[in-house]
């Protein structure tokens, strides 16, 4: 595909995107994200278990959304949106007054195994630095994956990063077990909170 259309259709969908988002309310006190959402079996426990949040929960799969969004309509929850988006594009179609102050939650990624794929791996420095713009000081990153080899190497690029600091111990915010996790034999978590900016002197 010639650069030139390619990157017509990424504006044509942060468009889209855009326009989504103004009919989210992204000025909620309390903004959780999951990304990766799969059939939404997470994000809906996890709404319906708090319900003073409001959540976006992100995939790029129509057909998961369609069975994530039947489940929240049962239950009667009002405080989920389900976007259909790619991370780095919704990341870049956020207004920049956004702010998640409670929980990113990132569960089960792709590992890209192959190292000529590494590159596609989401959690990399710029993909936080990106993110950590959008947090709130202590709002919490939260990683679990059951690829060791990504977990290694998330945990150093996350431990390095200045906008993010490691909290090893702390307990994961909420459990609720989802199909990727059911068929993992194991599985490695993080937890890191958004760092407060230097004060100025």
């Known amino acids: 595909m010639p650069i030139e259309e390619a990157q017509a259709i990424q504006h044509q969908r942060l468009t889209a995107l855009r326009d989504t988002l103004t009919r989210v309310p992204l000025d909620h006190p309390a903004l959780t994200l999951e990304i990766g959402c799969g059939h939404g079996h997470f994000m809906a426990a996890y709404a319906e278990a708090h319900p003073d949040e409001h959540c976006i929960a992100i995939d790029i799969i129509k057909e998961r959304l369609e069975k994530a969004d039947r489940k929240t309509t049962r239950a009667g929850l009002q405080n989920v949106t389900w976007l259909r988006a790619a991370a780095e594009d919704l990341l870049e179609a956020l207004p920049s007054g956004t702010r998640f102050t409670r929980n990113v939650l990132v569960l089960f990624p792709d590992p890209w195994p192959k190292r000529r ?13 990106r993110l950590a713009q959008l947090c709130a000081p202590g709002c919490q ?18 431990a390095a990063h200045p906008d993010w600091q490691l909290q ?34």
């Open 117 to 129: 794929h590494w590159k596609n791996r989401l959690i990399q420095g710029p993909f936080l630095s």
């Open 141 to 158: 990153l939260c990683f679990r994956t059951d690829h060791a080899p990504y977990f290694e190497v998330a945990h150093e690029v996350v």
């Open 168 to 201: 090893p111990g702390a307990p994961w915010p909420f459990e609720q077990r989802t199909v990727f996790e059911a068929r993992a034999p194991s599985f490695q978590s993080l937890v890191a909170v958004r760092a407060a900016p230097p004060s100025a002197e």
